[in-house]
């Protein structure tokens, strides 16, 4: 908690540079002295901050050193309720992923889908009241549509599972650290979900030749009223691909608030930042989506391999799409204890963005012998794949076990986490500790 807080002061002291125009460059330097996990190091942020004149920030920052939240943000972790036994990084705004072994189930229940907030809750994900609410599709198409819910659901209904991972799922395994949520393993989902197809909606608004990418806009408020609203896009093949759902249902019931209610986009397979939540506007470009969040290092990985640590000009960097290959080990529990010779059922999932998984090896001698663990097929394109296998110890001692996937190209994944500026697409190999007792 004390841990989360402190974090949450960091971010909150990131705000404050960047709304007095402090250059990232500057604020990477302050980060880089203070750490921001050390006391030590919020009192040299706290230090900046008064040395600005910032004396009303270095109050605030007295009521977040006593582990206190504003009342005024006491509403927020009131649906934070509704995800029991997640790993919070932030309350504002909302971060926060399950242990691998939480998601061990097939479909994800909604409660244990991960939370990626940028901004704040919007009013009507609290209150559910669709009054006022519509989904406008305009730019490059030949009729702008304006649709209710109604109208929404007018298209034909598909539901599917399908996966949703934050691109930066696996950051806490990036060395040198990175700045960012630490997400570990968690920001990830398989949950079943309910909608329309967008490329349904998008040819009753009959797209024009000029029209190349989507821009998604959502009606969750920012952080400050500096930043500009979240807004991604995807080219106009993955937004016409039949597995881009509008979204209406998770799990058969209404989208939960921190889910985007009561409308989202579920790009599968892609980094979870297309998925718009709260979705309120596509507008259909005859150009690359140009926001914030689509430019520089946001959200964009280097066209080569860097030396780690190194950071490569933005003209180097492209947009960051699908996933690769990657496996979760969802059973034992880390740190169970066994005894000598026990039979030890290890089960988790696999997934590879738009590729197939091809096999999952298993080793538990530090990955010098290797053995295949049984792979089922998934139920339908971008949902994971589950696999499962029995392990057993003839000595005492502690253990590890691990797992690697293959796609069906013959990728990998990487024994050691290739690095890139922003921590993002992380998909090294898991691995969890297991103790075998006399
Ligand atoms: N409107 C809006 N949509 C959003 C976001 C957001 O902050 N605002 N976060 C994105 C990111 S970065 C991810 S990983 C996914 C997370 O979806 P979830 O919170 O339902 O797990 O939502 C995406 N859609
Ligand atoms: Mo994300």
């Given at each position: 908690?004390v841990?989360?807080?402190?974090?949450l002061?960091?971010?909150?002291?990131?705000?404050?540079?960047?709304?007095?125009?402090?250059?990232?460059?500057?604020i990477?330097?302050?980060?880089?002295?203070?750490?921001?996990?050390?006391?030590?190091?919020q009192?040299?942020a706290?230090?900046?901050?008064?040395?600005?004149?910032?004396?009303s920030?270095v109050?605030?920052q007295g009521?977040f050193?006593?582990?206190?939240?504003?009342?005024?943000?006491?509403?927020?972790?009131?649906?934070m309720?509704?995800?029991?036994?997640?790993?919070?990084?932030?309350?504002?705004?909302?971060?926060?992923?399950?242990?691998?072994?939480?998601?061990?189930?097939?479909?994800?229940?909604?409660?244990?889908h991960?939370v990626?907030?940028?901004?704040?809750l919007?009013?009507?994900?609290r209150?559910?009241?669709?009054q006022g609410?519509?989904?406008?599709i305009?730019?490059?198409?030949?009729?702008?549509?304006?649709?209710?819910?109604d109208?929404?659901k007018?298209?034909?209904a598909?539901?599917?599972?399908?996966?949703?991972?934050?691109?930066?799922?696996?950051r806490?395994?990036?060395?040198?650290?990175?700045?960012?949520?630490?997400?570990?393993?968690?920001?990830?989902?398989?949950?079943?979900?309910?909608?329309?197809r967008?490329?349904?909606?998008?040819q009753?608004?009959?797209?024009?030749?000029?029209a190349?990418?989507?821009?998604?806009?959502?009606?969750d408020p920012?952080?400050r009223?500096?930043?500009?609203?979240?807004s991604?896009?995807?080219?106009?093949?993955k937004a016409?691909?039949?597995?881009t759902l509008?979204?209406?249902?998770?799990g058969?019931?209404?989208i939960?608030?921190l889910?985007?209610?009561?409308?989202?986009?579920?790009?599968?397979?892609?980094?979870?930042?297309?998925?718009?939540?709260?979705?309120?506007r596509?507008?259909?470009?005859?150009?690359?989506?140009d926001?914030?969040?689509?430019?520089?290092?946001?959200?964009?990985?280097?066209?080569?391999?860097?030396?780690?640590?190194?950071?490569p000009?933005k003209?180097?960097?492209?947009?960051a799409?699908?996933?690769?290959?990657?496996s979760?080990?969802?059973?034992?529990?880390?740190?169970t204890?066994?005894?000598?010779g026990?039979?030890?059922d290890?089960?988790?999932h696999?997934?590879?963005?738009?590729?197939?998984?091809?096999?999952v090896?298993?080793?538990?001698d530090?990955?010098?012998t290797?053995?295949?663990?049984?792979l089922?097929?998934?139920?339908?394109q971008?949902?994971w794949?589950?696999?499962q296998?029995?392990?057993?110890?003839p000595?005492?001692?502690?253990?590890e076990?691990?797992?690697?996937a293959f796609?069906?190209?013959?990728q990998?994944?990487?024994?050691?986490?290739?690095?890139?500026?922003?921590?993002?697409?992380?998909n090294v190999?898991?691995?969890?500790?297991?103790?075998?007792?006399a």
């Open positions: 908690m841990d989360h807080l402190k974090r002061t960091w971010d909150r002291l990131t705000g404050i540079l960047q709304d007095n125009g402090a250059k990232s460059e500057d990477d330097k302050v980060e880089l002295i203070a750490s921001r996990r050390t006391f030590l190091g009192m040299t706290v230090g900046a901050l008064a040395s600005m004149g910032l004396a920030e109050a605030l009521l050193g006593r582990g206190l939240i504003p009342v005024a943000w006491a509403a927020e972790a009131e649906f309720s509704t995800k029991t036994g997640m790993t919070i990084h932030n309350t504002r705004p909302v971060n926060g992923e399950f242990e691998p072994h939480l998601l061990d189930d097939d479909i994800t229940p909604p409660e244990r991960f990626r907030n940028n901004g704040l919007p009013d009507r994900a209150s559910k009241d669709l609410w519509s989904l406008s305009d730019g490059e198409v030949h009729n702008s549509l304006v649709l209710t819910m109208d929404l007018k298209f034909p598909v539901t599917l599972p399908l996966l949703v991972e934050c691109g930066g799922n696996g806490a395994n990036f060395d040198p650290k990175v700045r960012g949520n630490p997400w570990n393993r968690g920001a990830v989902a398989c949950s079943e979900w309910t909608g329309v967008l490329k349904d909606v998008l009753q608004a009959g797209l024009k030749e000029t190349v990418y989507t821009g998604h806009y959502g009606e920012s952080l009223s500096s930043v500009p609203p979240f991604r896009g995807v080219p106009i093949d016409m691909e039949e597995h509008i979204a209406y249902q998770m058969g019931s209404d939960p608030a889910n985007g209610y009561p409308v989202r986009l579920v790009v599968p397979g892609w980094v979870g930042s297309c998925s718009q939540k709260w979705l309120n596509i507008w259909i470009r005859n150009k690359e989506h926001t914030k969040k689509m430019k520089g290092y946001s959200y964009r990985v280097p066209k080569y391999p860097v030396v780690p640590g190194i950071r000009p003209s180097d960097m492209k947009i799409m699908a996933w690769q290959i990657k979760m080990i969802t059973r034992p529990t880390p740190d204890h066994y005894k000598i026990q039979t030890i290890v089960a988790g696999a997934w590879a963005g738009e590729d197939k998984v091809s096999q090896l298993i080793s538990t530090y990955g010098v290797w053995h295949k663990a049984n089922t097929q998934r139920p339908s971008y949902a794949y589950r696999w296998t029995q392990v057993s110890f000595k005492r001692g502690y253990y076990i691990w797992a690697r796609d069906d190209k013959g990998a994944q990487p024994f050691r986490q290739p690095w890139n500026p922003k921590g993002y697409l992380g190999i898991h691995r969890i500790a297991v103790h075998v007792d």
